[in-house]
């Protein structure tokens, strides 16, 4: 019976040569040699007198290899099929293309694996006697076994950090027994341990192993192979701890021994299928636990490097450093798959800023009185009094077309102002007063009325001070409320929202501008009807915007909530108007 498809190929066959294309294609310093599954440099020119770096393996763990070929790391890599060592016919190939460009020896960078360590060592031997200088260095990094067996501890993603050190001694015209003999000291300080939430699954195979749901595996390979321990999946914190604390276990023959005071460079590689999100919860979680036991964290690397196709899982890397192999890690590479980097000290950084705003809410000032304060005072009393009575109603008509808590919300806006009001003076300047309500009803309001209110609020602040709160600006005030209201809300007239009785009334408010004081009130009332009219012929709208725009516009014939309460709040504005001539 064949399996489901669920890998994003044409063919099984065809997918590791494709893959390697699309690599190639997809940077211009990168090359395909005729024949084989090798990547090379595309400028291999440039390698003249200098040792040429060649690594590789099985494919499905990208972007290893091919990912870190460029000036300053790897010259070429040599793939085989997914999870399967290269053929001893590519390597010797690829050692030769380098050789005849004219490099001074070949040095392989090999992972600790069977396959690759015969494969590799018959093509160097081949090449030998064909006159080329090589040498090879066998990277086993793997903290996994507390008692690794004769096949020896595996080359992990800490192969990675020998490409880049040696790549760049070779960029340096460094001769390849130095090269050689300074990588294996570094090799010393290198230890990596991975945990996985899942399998992966070679294509058109059936997962590597079975792993339930909420378990998982510790110490695993890049191969697909189980680990050495399973467990329930713990935190982030928790789980990074036991990886640290085993890593490290000086009773593991595989141990990286690691004291307070050393300088480390970390890297977290994602397996293959956690989130970003998850990579770096536990890039923090790493770096908190290093530093905890007085491990100076130098550089931190967190992404995708060394992959195990889908594998959701992560292993954690650390190599100790001095500040010459620092120099070789922080050297440029033009390898596409190698991260840019900071070349500040992550431990020890100071990586909080203070913010620039300030910490005091406007409703949280004081203020000093002015003559329009009791008015304000009587006016907003009123307002809040008139949404709580209209509460029922609100909710009522917002069941018809949304989630039936329009009510609610300006109930809430209207309790928080009635209990500013009973501990606060009103301001005398106006604008002040717009300020503390579009703070207040941002923090008491929620949802998008209470940002929507603050904006109009925020935006109507500045044409209103204390020596300039006359009718005309007042109604520009509305007006630039009103239409930062249509900016960051999205909607229009006619969209059946509060606008529908926000705009008409804002429009012939701006009379105001060249009326007369006499005309004042008849301005307002007219602006008033207008809203009120503007709110009840929302029945006859398709909602253009806002939650009723998703509704079915014939279950939709009650007038627009967010419209009877702007009607409402301005016929109270007008009311204590009246009130007080």
């Known amino acids: 019976m064949s399996q489901p498809k669920r890998k ?19 940077s211009g310093g990168l090359s395909l040699l005729r024949g084989h599954r090798v990547v090379l440099r595309s400028d291999l020119d440039n390698l003249k007198g200098k040792v040429a770096l060649l690594s590789g393996g099985g494919s499905g763990h990208e ?17 085989g099929g997914v999870f399967a060592s290269p053929p001893p016919t590519s390597i010797l190939a690829a050692i030769l293309a380098l050789h005849k460009a004219g490099a001074s020896g070949v040095l392989l960078i090999v992972k600790n694996y069977t396959g ?40 992990l993603c800490g192969t990675v950090f020998i490409h880049k050190l040696a790549g760049a001694l070779a960029e340096e015209g460094c001769p390849l027994d ?33 792993l339930p749901p909420g378990d998982m595996e510790l110490g695993l390979g890049i191969h697909g192979e189980p680990g050495i321990q399973r ?30 005071g050393d300088a480390v460079v970390l890297c977290v590689n994602n ?74 000290c992550v431990s020890g950084r100071s990586y909080i800023i203070d913010s620039p705003f300030l910490t005091t809410r406007p409703q949280d000032d004081t ?40 009510g609610n919300t300006h109930a809430q806006a209207a309790r928080a102002i009635q209990n500013w009001l009973q501990d606060h003076v009103v301001p005398g300047c106006p604008g002040q007063l717009l300020s503390v309500l579009a703070g207040l009803v941002q923090e008491k309001m929620g949802g998008s009325s209470g940002a929507l209110y603050s904006l109009f609020l925020t935006a109507a602040a500045g044409h209103v001070t204390e020596g ?49 004081p006499s005309g004042t009130m008849a301005v307002l009332q007219a602006a008033v009807q207008k809203a009120t009219s503007g709110a009840e012929a929302t029945r006859d709208l398709t909602a253009r915007a806002g939650r009723a725009s998703y509704i079915a516009a014939d279950r939709v014939t009650l007038p627009d909530p967010g419209a009877v309460a702007v009607a409402a709040i301005l016929r109270a504005v007008m009311e204590t108007l009246e009130e007080q001539k």
């Open 178 to 210: 130095q090269i050689v003999s300074k990588v294996t000291e570094v090799l010393k300080g290198i230890g990596t341990l991975g945990v996985s939430l899942s399998p992966c699954s070679v294509p058109g195979c059936l997962p590597s192993f079975d």
């Open 231 to 260: 467990s329930k999946v713990a935190s982030a914190d928790e789980v990074v701890k036991t990886m640290l604390d085993h890593m490290t276990n000086p009773d593991s023959q595989s141990h990286l021994p690691l004291s307070s």
């Open 63 to 79: 972007p290893a290899h091919g990912g870190y070929i460029g000036a300053g790391m790897l010259s070429a890599a040599v793939a």
């Open 468 to 516: 300039r709160s006359d009718a005309a600006s007042w109604a520009r005030a509305l007006h630039a409320g009103t239409q930062a209201m249509r900016r960051y809300g999205g909607a229009d007239p006619g969209d059946r929202t509060m606008l529908d009785a926000l705009c008409p009334a804002a429009d012939e408010l701006m009379k105001l501008t060249t009326t007369p």
């Open 8 to 26: 994003l190929i044409n063919s099984v066959e065809s997918c590791v040569d494709e893959a390697l294309c699309g690599l190639v294609r997809a």
């Open 271 to 344: 397996l293959g299928a956690l989130s970003c999100l998850e990579m770096a919860v536990v890039t923090r979680a790493a770096l908190n636990c290093l530093e905890s036991r007085g491990v100076v964290v130098v550089r931190v690397m967190s992404g995708a490097f060394m992959t195990s196709l889908e594998m959701a899982g992560v292993s954690l890397t650390l190599m100790k450093i001095n500040p010459e192999v620092l120099r070789l890690f922080d050297a440029t590479t033009s390898a596409p798959a190698w991260p840019s980097l900071s070349s500040v």
């Open 116 to 155: 690759d360590r015969l494969n590799f060592g018959l093509a160097a031997e081949q090449a030998r006697n064909q006159g080329v200088a090589v040498d090879m260095v066998i990277v086993a990094e793997d903290c996994a076994f507390d008692q690794p067996s004769k096949a020896g501890r595996r080359g």
């Open 367 to 406: 203020h000093g009185e002015g003559p329009w304060s009791p008015m304000m005072r009587n006016a907003l009393e009123k307002i809040c009094s008139t949404l709580l009575d209209k509460q029922e109603e609100l909710n009522s008509l917002d069941r018809a077309a949304g989630d039936g808590d329009c």
